[in-house]
């Protein structure tokens, strides 16, 4: 069964740059898993940030951004703000069909 | 404005049937792939079901509801569908509904998203 990992928790002071990263317990991540991400705070659906590993979702700001970092795919917060303040989840598409999201991981901006 | 509204949740018994719904608006539904995500109280997000655009014919499951659930569309209605049999204690989620982003379930992302519908199996 594929697990795909993120760090539980990070934490960030307001104007600082935090990386997190998406892996794969078996193998690599690369551009051909199209890896998304997503931000949700408490009670509301998730929000679409990045898609196709580096794009932006409309709306977003540019202090997001994503890549592909070693045998992983990350999300770069540049700039912290207070309301980044939220679990943040990767997906990898798997084929046929199939997608796998991460464990997510809880960012605290303090 | 893509709208999904989700509907049918509920409180169902271990080994129950429940079926839910999702209605589509700001949008071309027949010509859009969408799927169901789902979060258990507490807990992370997890990839349920999806299907193709143009009534449906591919459809795809996690294993974890591969044989108890299944995903269907209905193009004239604008709403999807995902019916769920012999639910267990596991199941209760939040569901949200799901549009891909472009035509195809594959190589895609989850563009839009509804605010969700809450199941709960227990006895």
């Known amino acids: 069964q594929t697990v795909v990992t993120q760090e539980p928790s990070f934490s960030v002071s307001p104007g600082g740059t935090v990386t997190l990263t998406c892996g794969l317990t078996?193998?690599?991540?690369?551009?051909?898993?199209?890896p998304s991400w997503y931000q949700q705070t408490p009670g509301q659906p998730p929000r679409t940030l990045i898609y196709?590993?580096?794009t932006r979702s409309s709306g977003v700001p540019d202090r997001f951004s994503g890549s592909i970092l070693g045998n992983k795919a990350a999300l770069t917060i540049t700039g912290a703000q207070a309301d980044d303040e939220s679990d943040y989840y990767c997906v990898l598409f798997m084929g046929s069909g199939v997608y796998v999201f991460g464990t997510g991981t809880k960012v605290t901006v303090l | 404005e893509v709208q999904l509204l989700e509907s049918g949740g509920g409180l169902v018994q271990p080994g129950e049937s429940l079926r839910l719904s999702c209605a589509a608006s700001?949008?071309?539904?027949?010509?859009?792939?969408l799927s169901w995500v789902r979060q258990a109280p507490g807990k992370g997000l997890e990839w349920v079901s999806g299907?193709?655009?143009?009534?449906?014919?591919?459809?795809y499951y996690a294993d974890s509801v591969k044989g108890r659930f299944t995903i269907s569309r209905d193009d004239s209605k604008n709403t999807l569908y995902l019916q769920m049999n012999s639910l267990r204690a596991e199941d209760t989620a939040i569901y949200y509904c799901?549009?891909?982003?472009?035509?195809?379930?594959?190589?895609?992302?989850?563009?839009?998203w509804g605010q969700g519908s809450l199941v709960t199996v227990s006895s």
């Open positions: 700001g949008l071309t539904f027949r010509a859009c792939p």
């Open positions: 078996s193998g690599s991540v690369s551009t051909s898993f199209y």
């Open positions: 196709s590993t580096n």
């Open positions: 299907i193709s655009a143009m009534g449906g014919e591919h459809t």
């Open positions: 799901t549009k891909y982003a472009g035509q195809y379930t594959g190589n895609s992302y989850f563009e839009y």
